[in-house]
């Protein structure tokens, strides 16, 4: 069995090669169009290649993914043709096309912004995805939620010669950084837009700097030294699910302090793990929270008043099961109670701005 799986699994990736050097060839070839160019291939992985290479595997090859990542532009046309070429996909059980390799789009007039729809693949093998837009006129800002477990090659844009292409680049300032395992990432919300990190981006109208590494986040300290020189604002921890207990007593309060210390105002923000009584007994899920607390006892005792806990066991008291599309991962109504504690906690130290409304 083990090895039949290995060989559909090679021939899938086999194919998906195939597929993406002919859609290169002929990825953007229509008259009348004129395809703009939407950033480049290193924008949309959340590590440099020379940082990347640096770390284990899973790090490194989870790195290329763009989960998380925001990219948009502002143009007055009222046609758009989309087209995404992939380099490279992961088929996931638990997660749909749409889920592990779709880009969700929202169009923003003024502040009101709106879901359009989920572009993707057709198929497991596919490496193109396109989508044609019928927009109202007027100038209109078009964000795209880029996919949390498939590599990106290039996104071109389709408008007409005779209207306008802004890029919108990203802003660094006032960052929420989240530091984590697969959950982070985005597995397995029903749509990029709708992992507790996008959630929090979406309504706080933040930059959200999303270091999921599924299967991987182990605390490494020379990638915690990382992740603390972009400066941001909030830091929020959450790998309590990728690592022993035994390996989080080690590392849990030297990433506390490797964040602390290069980033003295920050607020940080400490979560255990969400699945206590699936994926772990509920004496083991209590082992884990007293190492977090102890982690937090030590902040708070050394003066550090910038700190905050989010009890994973607190979260989904009633009918767990409902929360989770497994024994690990949460669903869409999973992530949304974990956007709401975070945001919770950003109202009451007055770090919320503006919502912007979710559609």
């Known amino acids: 069995m083990k090895i039949s799986i290995k060989i559909r699994s090679a021939f899938k990736r086999f194919c998906q090669f195939l597929s993406f050097g002919i859609h290169r060839i002929f990825f953007c070839k229509k008259r009348g169009i004129l395809f703009h160019e939407l950033q480049g291939e290193d924008a949309y992985k959340r590590l440099p290649d020379g940082i990347a290479v640096k770390f284990s595997k899973g790090i490194s090859g989870n790195s290329k993914f763009s989960a998380g990542i925001k990219v948009g532009f502002i143009t007055d046309a009222t046609k758009i043709k989309l087209r995404v070429l992939y380099k490279k996909r992961r088929v996931l059980a638990h997660m749909s096309t749409k889920a592990a390799s779709g880009l969700d789009i929202y169009v923003k007039y ?32 078009i964000d795209l939620f880029l996919p949390p477990f498939a590599q990106i090659a290039s996104i071109k844009i389709g408008i007409r ?29 029903s749509r990029p837009s ?43 921890m959450e790998y309590d699910h990728n690592v022993s207990a035994d390996e989080l007593r080690r590392t849990h309060k030297k990433v506390y302090s490797i964040f602390r210390q290069g980033n003295k105002a920050s607020l940080i923000i400490m979560m255990s793990r969400f699945s206590g009584g699936l994926s772990i007994s509920h004496s083991e899920e209590q082992e884990r929270i007293d190492i977090i607390k102890e982690t937090f006892a030590f902040a708070q005792n050394n003066g550090d008043r910038n700190v905050e806990m989010i009890y994973g066991d607190t979260l989904f008291r009633d009918n767990k099961e409902d929360y989770f599309v497994d024994d690990k991962h949460p669903n869409d109504l999973g992530m949304t109670a974990i956007a709401e504690a975070i945001c919770s906690i950003m109202d009451k130290r007055g770090l919320d701005k503006e919502n912007e409304s979710i559609a």
């Open 110 to 141: 003024d502040t009101a912004s709106r879901w359009i729809t989920c572009m993707s693949p057709v198929s497991d093998i596919c490496m193109l995805a396109e989508e044609t837009l019928a927009l109202d006129p007027g100038q209109k800002q």
């Open 161 to 189: 010669k005779e209207h306008t292409f802004v890029p919108v680049p990203a802003s660094p300032e006032n960052a929420i950084l989240i530091y984590g395992s697969s959950i982070t990432q985005g597995c397995a919300a």
């Open 194 to 236: 709708l992992s507790y990190s996008n959630l929090l981006a979406r309504k706080l109208n933040r930059t959200v700097i999303n270091m999921g590494f599924s299967e991987s986040a182990k605390g490494e300290e020379e990638l915690i030294q990382y992740l603390s020189a972009l400066r941001p604002e909030v830091c929020i």
